[in-house]
């Protein structure tokens, strides 16, 4: 019988409008949610760009077996539309870009809660988004055909774009990284865009993320319980609330002094609040001082956090009903202890289950599972609620109609139009983070409960606001002032205030460190136990001013005490280098 075999003469003309139609057929399956995604302003070009190239090594096995183009489509093409299904459905539903997060969430819901979500969301213009994406990638298919060349060079080609595409890139980081995880972790962040590496790369960080979690988790179980715990709330109807922010500096709201009108709604109910004006957060990053600021742990102990029970913990061992609600990324490598804490809770609202930290989300997502929260049967409640707050990227932390800082007025003189955009962008966030803030306590005032509602950002946040005007972001090992200060503000409702001494006005200019919260929060829930120390309550009669450290406790010499810093800060020509974050 006689064999064809491909000529290996070269083609007096290349099919370049073949290949492309090919091309456009594999991108289209990740390029339309990217597309939606870049015109929709949720994040950068990065995850477009990324798709794009991606999808270019579909083209290889094309070009190797051009006899089977459309069967090979065909298979790899219902694979692709499977995974883009889910990942433009979710975008549709949530305007966010599918992550592992969105696994862990999947995994955590029961067939009832899926069909709760289905039922709300359901929508007939997204059945019919589902049937012209699916009719257009059939168009597609049907404008496909082979693409013949020399085979030497067709393996040549292929195995170009194999090297280029997968190869280069991964040798790349392997080069640049020392640990191969690490490495492998990068490179799939760059294929992660594209489906199906989507779901894959979701699939794997989700399980890697799942084993960590639950290794804290059966670790937290085994934690002693508080002794001699008592209550003098015992049996009394009590919801109590923690606000945690996120980057926010005190210094840039109005509130507390600073020129421009950042904090309207905070300012108007000023005479309700309880506004500490010297309280500082002991490390720059949320992981490193929410392992503080919600457990026994400080600088001088930072591994009590994995001995001891955390604020959550706490609440219910009490006999508290526990709320986590979180606008944060759910599951990352570095907010793995984050969703620990929030799975120490009873009940845990996740929002924000974007792939990038630099996506735009609000968080006045936050306000209606606070309201669901609040209506809760139990009638003791501790609800946390855990904002994104004025996080880089500033501009993705407000709607548009909160930019309402844009020009110089209430700008210093010394920032230079190159970093005014950035400025501006910091102080549109805090304005709306004193809405978002602002709301969260006149809801819970409506809702006429016994007990208080306490707020704090974990770290505050140098937008150019240090000497020299050339600080952006948080940096540790070149500490600026605004990167440490935060607010603390606390309200209480007025049934609260009938029972308990709220008056504190006296001690607003205490010096303090967030890392001592659990004995302040304790001593205002009205608990006592063995391991309190007064000393470190910010309201007690016992409170002890002590040096406020600050610093990596893990480095050699790591630790500071931040009035050096203060005073440093007060000489003459003092103007801190360029710090990056």
Same mark, same amino acid.
């Given at each position: 019988?006689?064999?064809?075999?491909?000529?290996?003469?070269?083609?007096?003309?290349?099919?370049?409008?073949?290949?492309?139609?090919?091309?456009?057929?594999?991108?289209?399956?990740?390029?339309?949610?990217?597309?939606?995604?870049?015109?929709?302003?949720?994040?950068?070009?990065?995850?477009?760009?990324?798709?794009?190239?991606?999808?270019?090594?579909?083209?290889?096995?094309?070009?190797?077996?051009?006899?089977?183009?459309?069967?090979?489509?065909?298979?790899?093409?219902?694979?692709?539309?499977?995974?883009?299904?889910?990942? @433009?459905?979710?975008?549709?539903?949530?305007?966010?870009?599918?992550?592992?997060?969105?696994?862990?969430?999947?995994?955590?819901?029961?067939?009832?809660?899926?069909?709760?979500?289905?039922?709300?969301?359901?929508?007939?213009?997204?059945?019919?988004?589902?049937?012209?994406?699916?009719?257009?990638?059939?168009?597609?298919?049907?404008?496909?055909?082979?693409?013949?060349?020399?085979?030497?060079?067709?393996?040549?080609?292929?195995?170009?774009?194999?090297?280029?595409?997968?190869?280069?890139?991964?040798?790349?980081?392997?080069?640049?990284?020392?640990?191969?995880?690490?490495?492998?972790?990068?490179?799939?962040?760059?294929?992660?865009?594209?489906?199906?590496?989507?779901?894959?790369?979701?699939?794997?960080?989700?399980?890697?993320?799942?084993?960590?979690?639950?290794?804290?988790?059966?670790?937290?179980?085994?934690?002693?319980?508080?002794?001699?715990?008592?209550?003098?709330?015992?049996?009394?109807?009590?919801?109590?609330?923690?606000?945690?922010?996120?980057?926010?500096?005190?210094?840039?709201?109005?509130?507390?002094?600073?020129?421009?009108?950042?904090?309207?709604?905070?300012?108007?109910?000023?005479?309700?609040?309880?506004?500490?004006?010297?309280?500082?957060?002991?490390?720059?990053?949320?992981?490193?001082?929410?392992?503080?600021?919600?457990?026994?742990?400080?600088?001088?102990?930072?591994?009590?956090?994995?001995?001891?029970?955390?604020?959550?913990?706490?609440?219910?061992?009490?006999?508290?009903?526990?709320?986590?609600?979180?606008?944060?990324?759910?599951?990352?490598?570095?907010?793995?202890?984050?969703?620990?804490?929030?799975?120490?809770?009873?009940?845990?609202?996740?929002?924000?289950?974007?792939?990038?930290?630099?996506?735009?989300?609000?968080?006045?997502?936050?306000?209606?599972?606070?309201?669901?929260? @609040?209506?809760?049967?139990?009638?003791?409640?501790?609800?946390?609620?855990?904002?994104?707050?004025?996080?880089?990227?500033?501009?993705?932390?407000?709607?548009?109609?909160?930019?309402?800082?844009?020009?110089?007025?209430?700008?210093?003189?010394?920032?230079?139009?190159?970093?005014?955009?950035?400025?501006?962008?910091?102080?549109?966030?805090?304005?709306?983070?004193?809405?978002?803030?602002?709301?969260?306590?006149?809801?819970?005032?409506?809702?006429?409960?016994?007990?208080?509602?306490?707020?704090?950002?974990?770290?505050?946040?140098?937008?150019?606001?240090?000497?020299?005007?050339?600080?952006?972001?948080?940096?540790?090992?070149?500490?600026?002032?605004?990167?440490?200060?935060?607010?603390?503000?606390?309200?209480?409702?007025?049934?609260?205030?009938?029972?308990?001494?709220?008056?504190?006005?006296?001690?607003?200019?205490?010096?303090?460190?967030?890392?001592?919260?659990?004995?302040?929060?304790?001593?205002?829930?009205?608990?006592?136990?063995?391991?309190?120390?007064?000393?470190?309550?910010?309201?007690?009669?016992?409170?002890?001013?002590?040096?406020?450290?600050?610093?990596?406790?893990?480095?050699?010499?790591?630790?500071?005490?931040?009035?050096?810093?203060?005073?440093?800060?007060?000489?003459?020509?003092?103007?801190?280098?360029?710090?990056?974050?």
């Amino acid at each position: 019988m006689a064999t064809m075999k491909r000529s290996t003469a070269t083609p007096k003309g290349f099919d370049w409008a073949g290949v492309i139609w090919l091309f456009v057929f594999f991108w289209y399956f990740s390029g339309i949610t990217q597309l939606l995604i870049q015109l929709t302003g949720i994040t950068g070009f990065a995850g477009f760009r990324q798709a794009f190239v991606i999808s270019g090594i579909w083209l290889a096995p094309m070009l190797l077996f051009p006899r089977k183009t459309r069967v090979m489509a065909a298979v790899i093409g219902v694979i692709l539309w499977a995974c883009s299904m889910a990942s @433009l459905g979710y975008f549709f539903i949530y305007q966010q870009e599918f992550s592992q997060s969105v696994i862990f969430i999947m995994f955590e819901s029961n067939i009832s809660e899926a069909g709760e979500y289905m039922t709300q969301y359901f929508a007939w213009w997204i059945v019919l988004a589902f049937i012209a994406h699916t009719a257009f990638a059939i168009f597609l298919w049907t404008r496909l055909r082979p693409v013949y060349m020399p085979r030497p060079r067709a393996y040549a080609v292929a195995a170009a774009l194999l090297i280029g595409i997968i190869g280069y890139p991964l040798a790349k980081q392997f080069a640049r990284f020392d640990e191969a995880s690490t490495a492998l972790e990068a490179f799939e962040s760059r294929i992660e865009p594209a489906v199906p590496w989507q779901m894959i790369v979701a699939y794997h960080r989700y399980t890697q993320q799942l084993d960590g979690m639950q290794d804290m988790l059966t670790s937290s179980n085994n934690i002693a319980p508080l002794k001699n715990l008592k209550d003098q709330q015992a049996n009394l109807p009590t919801t109590l609330v923690l606000v945690i922010g996120e980057s926010t500096n005190r210094g840039r709201m109005h509130l507390y002094g600073y020129p421009r009108q950042t904090t309207p709604n905070l300012d108007a109910m000023k005479d309700q609040l309880q506004v500490f004006n010297n309280v500082i957060t002991p490390r720059p990053y949320t992981i490193e001082a929410l392992q503080q600021v919600l457990t026994f742990a400080d600088e001088e102990n930072p591994d009590l956090y994995l001995k001891t029970p955390s604020i959550v913990s706490v609440m219910k061992q009490a006999g508290y009903k526990t709320f986590w609600i979180t606008n944060q990324q759910t599951m990352t490598k570095r907010n793995t202890m984050l969703t620990t804490f929030s799975e120490q809770a009873d009940e845990q609202v996740y929002l924000n289950n974007n792939r990038n930290q630099n996506a735009r989300q609000y968080d006045g997502d936050v306000l209606a599972p606070f309201a669901k929260a @609040l209506t809760d049967a139990a009638p003791r409640k501790l609800i946390v609620v855990h904002l994104l707050g004025t996080h880089m990227a500033y501009q993705y932390r407000f709607p548009e109609e909160f930019a309402k800082f844009s020009g110089r007025d209430g700008v210093p003189a010394d920032i230079d139009d190159s970093k005014l955009e950035f400025y501006n962008s910091y102080d549109n966030a805090v304005l709306y983070n004193d809405f978002v803030v602002s709301s969260l306590i006149k809801e819970y005032g409506k809702a006429d409960p016994n007990g208080f509602l306490l707020y704090l950002s974990d770290h505050g946040e140098d937008v150019y606001d240090s000497p020299g005007r050339n600080t952006l972001g948080r940096n540790e090992n070149k500490p600026t002032i605004p990167m440490y200060t935060v607010p603390f503000i606390a309200y209480a409702s007025p049934k609260w205030k009938q029972s308990h001494d709220w008056n504190f006005e006296s001690i607003h200019d205490r010096p303090y460190t967030s890392s001592n919260l659990i004995h302040t929060w304790a001593q205002l829930a009205g608990l006592s136990f063995d391991e309190l120390d007064t000393t470190k309550s910010l309201v007690s009669l016992d409170f002890k001013a002590r040096p406020r450290l600050i610093g990596d406790p893990y480095a050699p010499k790591g630790l500071s005490d931040y009035a050096h810093m203060e005073k440093a800060a007060s000489q003459p020509g003092a103007m801190p280098e360029v710090v990056q974050k």
